[in-house]
């Protein structure tokens, strides 16, 4: 079969139940054995304002939202007005005509208009007339993909019959049906068609992924403050906690948060939080305190456009410094960006397990373009059992040779960790420097001896932590004329530029970094080394990852493509930034968002 | 440094909870706020690894260092949150927070107010000697109105909190007001506290010689006298009470509510035991579910 690879994206009013057709139309991929990506462009309200929906399918996995749109369905006037230019060439455009007096013009594509009034007169509540728009225009989409309807009714009976009842299921199906039929008689189809392939497939978005992953790593607490794009965690925290016994605790602020989760670990749990830029820097003096007591929590934060309250609703790679920087002083921690949906469910238990083992604060740094997107995935790939190790931490008395120490002095600068209500071991735990056995170093008029002694013994656990963090991935030809580098969320999208200008004659390889920090300067350094003219593509003006790499290993990129306008990348933006930097034109190339909403 | 755990034998006493010595200033009145909570952590009776004494950053909340308990001195003003995590995590364990007026009502006011909302199973003890001890005698968010310190040099002119009317309001369940000095009735109060099922919340007066000056504890064996027939089962008239302002200062326990359930009651995830104790994961049975649901 040849490649299947097709966008098909949906407009419309928030409250027009967009996110409902994103998701029935995933599942029925899901179910068809397709893979879909999904992008969703929304503004911060909750009525009124615009959300277009870019949902690519495609016969093998895909991890970006591509380039061109095959299909627009648009749920309101203003959609179509915004949205009719989007559409590719050839593609097909479907509409409500009861939204406009004149038809929308264009005649290089199919347009599809729907007399909804009079395929939904049969329905007496207005309110239900209104909301079962979405199904029928979905049903027309349907058939031009040439995909089975009944899929769509059984989702509508499992989303609906038992919530809401008979009646609203008959509404759904009578306009999927006037809507299918009309379309299988006056439009024509696309040339391929949905076609079955094994496995079927789950769908999933960001924030589930890692709260599952959470889930798996053994999470027992987790608490929140509501914060775009991060709220997705607590949803699925808070919808599984009873089943999967977790404990959820919505709190009064992100302050109380990340205290609340230092409790909890302190008390034994794996316990973690999300939240975006702001909640984060409220964090921030209690990450510290983590690393000062050495009690290991996870604290994801999912990134949105800033600087302040910025852009909710919209993305960047823009907080990589704070969390560099989050909290005075020095101390271990480490700062990890997952690269896909799915190995957002994967890094969550690696990085339990590094922290409980160097007992020390871990950071995910997430965007909303990873956390809200949806992907699929096969179901028998997910490993709900990740290995659990604890670290050296005490939960029962056992033989005592000598007095317990919370904070001994050792070569690994690990310190055996006991968990209150453990007999023989009560201590306490300091935010203030202290020596070996808890007790203040500040208090003793700084004793400069001893607090060198705990600073350096704290210390020597990031020469631990960084020897089991990989190295930055390598993909493609070793000499390669161009090097794409990039972090986090964005490997899905360059890869795919890599592979558009590698089939355009440009020999161009990828290096992608996931482990943020610490970094292994040598072994870095080593992988750098493949580099052709190396490009850093990153979602923010400053360069923050370039400066970051620079100050770290001295590697200094030839050129920059950056994004900041809240949208994320196309692999076009990218492979044309390449081709502009390669002839010379220009050492940053920034580049232009066609689709606005 | 904190001493060796030595193992209690016998019934505990309050020696078994002492720890290094404190380093207040002679004649502080958090003395006296520590040897009543010895005394009541020996009462209880149960093992000193049953207690987690946490608090935030001040004077006062050096305490956890002085008493042989778990403890966690954590950052200022975050003692609630963080005691909560605790407690939820394993609510087997007795814990007491403490702190200062300005840990607990200036920057820690917003954790203050919602953890008497939730109703967390904690003993709360703030000892109040409105002002700012370690950082060496501001105004606190209790210094009275007219008060010149470093930082009002010509007078406060903000009104004080009323802590106890404000922890009547925002929902805790026992509620009480108590004085360095007076040692047994604060001793009481503490045991009860800690019996009581729910947030328990004592104000306690603790005189700061250092910055009030010597006269502090004459001017408060003036002011204070016990608060007498009345009913703590009554709100409103506990609130009453609580909102008199005048030269007398009432103490005693101004409201006991003991039908309302705590947090950790409330919590069903708990009836399998304490979080920390359960066992850690997900079967695949229930990763199937989770799986279903997205297909
Ligand atoms: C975030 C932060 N701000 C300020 C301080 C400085 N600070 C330490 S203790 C304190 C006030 C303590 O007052 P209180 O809680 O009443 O305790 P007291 O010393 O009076 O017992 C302040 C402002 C700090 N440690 N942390
Ligand atoms: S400064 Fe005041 S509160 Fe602090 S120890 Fe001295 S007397 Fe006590
Ligand atoms: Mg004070």
Not at chain 1, 16 to 22: K, S
Not at chain 1, 250 to 261: F, R, T
Not at chain 2, 142 to 158: A, D
Not at chain 2, 199 to 222: H, L, Q, R
Request: charged share 20%.
């Amino acid at each position: 079969m040849a490649k299947y690879d097709f966008v098909v994206a949906v407009g419309g009013a928030p409250g027009q139940g967009i996110e409902t057709l994103g998701k029935s139309l995933g599942q029925i991929c899901a179910r068809y054995g397709l893979y879909v990506y999904t992008y969703s462009a929304y503004q911060s309200l909750i009525r009124g304002g615009h959300t277009f929906l870019t949902i690519r399918i495609s016969s093998e996995p895909v991890a970006n939202h591509g380039d061109e749109i095959d299909l627009i369905i648009a749920l309101d006037k203003n959609s179509i007005e915004k949205h009719l230019p989007n559409v590719r060439p050839g593609g097909a455009f479907i509409y409500n005509s009861d939204d406009v007096k004149q038809a929308p013009e264009r005649d290089d594509i199919q347009l599809c208009p729907i007399p909804y009034k009079k395929f939904s007169s049969g329905i007496e509540d207005r309110k239900l007339q209104r909301t079962c728009l979405n199904t029928c225009l979905l049903s027309v989409a349907l058939n031009l993909v040439g995909a089975d309807l009944n899929l769509l009714k059984d989702i509508i009976i499992g989303a609906l019959l038992k919530r809401k009842g008979q009646e609203v299921v008959d509404a759904n199906f009578s306009v999927a049906d006037a809507g299918f039929d009309h379309a299988a008689e006056n439009f024509t189809k696309f040339d391929t068609a949905f076609e079955k392939q094994e496995p079927a497939l789950a769908f999933v978005d960001g924030n589930s992924a890692m709260a599952m992953g959470g889930a798996a790593a053994g999470v027992k607490f987790y608490a929140a403050y509501p914060m775009s794009p991060s709220t997705g965690v607590l949803h699925w925290m808070a919808a599984n906690a009873r089943n999967l016994n977790i404990m959820v605790r919505q709190c009064e602020d992100e302050i109380s948060v990340i205290n609340m989760v230092i409790g909890a670990a302190h008390a034994g749990c794996r316990a973690m939080c999300a939240t975006s830029g702001g909640g984060f820097a409220l964090m921030s003096e209690a990450i510290g305190s983590a690393a000062m007591m050495e009690i290991p929590i996870v604290v994801i934060n999912v990134q949105r456009g800033g600087p302040s309250t910025g852009l909710p609703t919209k993305t960047e790679q823009g907080d990589l410094w704070q969390l560099l920087g989050a909290s005075q002083g020095d101390f271990p921690k480490i700062i990890v960006a997952p690269t896909s949906i799915m190995d957002g469910f994967d890094t969550i238990p690696e990085l339990f397990n590094l922290v409980d083992k160097y007992q020390c604060p871990g950071m995910v740094l997430s965007d909303l373009t990873l956390s809200m997107g949806f992907a699929t995935f096969d179901p028998d790939t997910i490993n709900w059992q990740p290995e659990i190790d604890r670290g050296e931490m005490i939960t029962e008395l056992g033989p005592m040779e000598e007095e317990y120490l919370r904070y001994q002095i050792t070569d690994s600068g690990i310190s055996p960790r006991a968990i209150p209500g453990v007999p023989g071991h009560v201590h306490v735990v300091a935010t203030d420097d202290h020596d070996e056995d808890g007790g203040l170093i500040s208090d003793e008029y700084t004793n400069p001896h001893k607090r060198r002694d705990i600073m350096e013994k704290r210390q020597r656990k990031m020469e631990g932590i960084v020897k089991h963090l990989p190295p930055p991935t390598f993909e493609g030809p070793e000499d390669a004329d161009v090097t794409l580098i990039g972090w986090g969320s964005t490997h899905g999208v360059i890869s795919e530029a890599v592979q558009m200008l590698n089939d355009d004659g440009i020999v161009t390889n990828h290096i992608h970094f996931k482990w943020l920090y610490p970094i292994d300067e040598d072994v870095v350094n080593e992988v750098l080394a493949n580099s052709g003219r190396s490009i850093i593509v990153e979602c923010n003006y400053t360069g923050q990852f370039a400066r970051f790499l620079r100050g770290e290993t001295g590697f200094n990129a030839d050129g920059h493509i950056r994004k900041y306008d809240g949208e994320p990348f196309m692999p076009h933006h990218i492979a044309d930034g390449a081709r502009e930097l390669l002839i010379g034109k220009t050492e940053l190339y920034v580049p232009y968002q066609e689709i606005v909403v | 440094m904190a001493k060796k755990e030595r193992p209690i034998k016998g019934a505990p006493t309050a020696k078994d909870y002492r720890s290094v010595n404190p380093d207040w200033c002679p004649g502080c009145g958090d003395f006296g706020v520590l040897a009543a909570l010895q005394t009541a952590y020996a009462e209880l009776g149960r093992g000193s690894h049953d207690h987690l004494t946490v608090s935030g950053i001040g004077c006062s909340s050096n305490l956890p260092g002085f008493v042989r308990t778990y403890g966690m001195h954590t950052l200022h003003g975050r003692s609630l949150a963080v005691a909560t995590g605790a407690k939820m995590a394993n609510h087997e364990l007795n814990v007491v927070v403490t702190g200062g007026d300005g840990d607990g009502y200036g920057i820690g006011g917003n954790h203050f107010i919602h953890t008497m909302r939730k109703n967390v199973d904690l003993l709360y003890i703030v000892m109040n000697n409105e002002t700012y001890g370690l950082t060496v005698g501001q105004a606190s968010p209790t210094t009275v109105v007219g008060e010149t310190s470093k930082s009002t040099p010509f007078g406060n002119i903000e009104t004080p909190l009323n802590p106890v009317a404000m922890a009547i309001v925002a929902g805790a369940t026992y509620v009480a007001r108590a004085y360095s000095s007076e040692r047994k009735q604060l001793t009481e109060l503490m045991i009860n506290g800690m019996h009581h099922k729910g947030f328990a919340f004592i104000d306690v007066i603790s005189p700061c010689i250092t910055w009030k000056g010597d006269e502090i504890f004459d001017y408060w064996k003036e002011r204070v006298n016990f608060l007498e027939n009345h009913d703590t089962s009554d709100k409103a008239a506990a609130l009453e009470q609580a909102v008199k302002t005048g030269h007398d200062t009432q103490l005693g326990l101004f409201y006991h509510d003991t039908s309302s359930q705590s947090l950790d009651q409330m919590e069903p995830v708990l009836e399998a035991g304490p979080m920390a104790h359960q066992s850690l994961g997900i079967t695949p049975e229930q990763g199937s579910a989770i799986i279903k649901r997205m297909m």
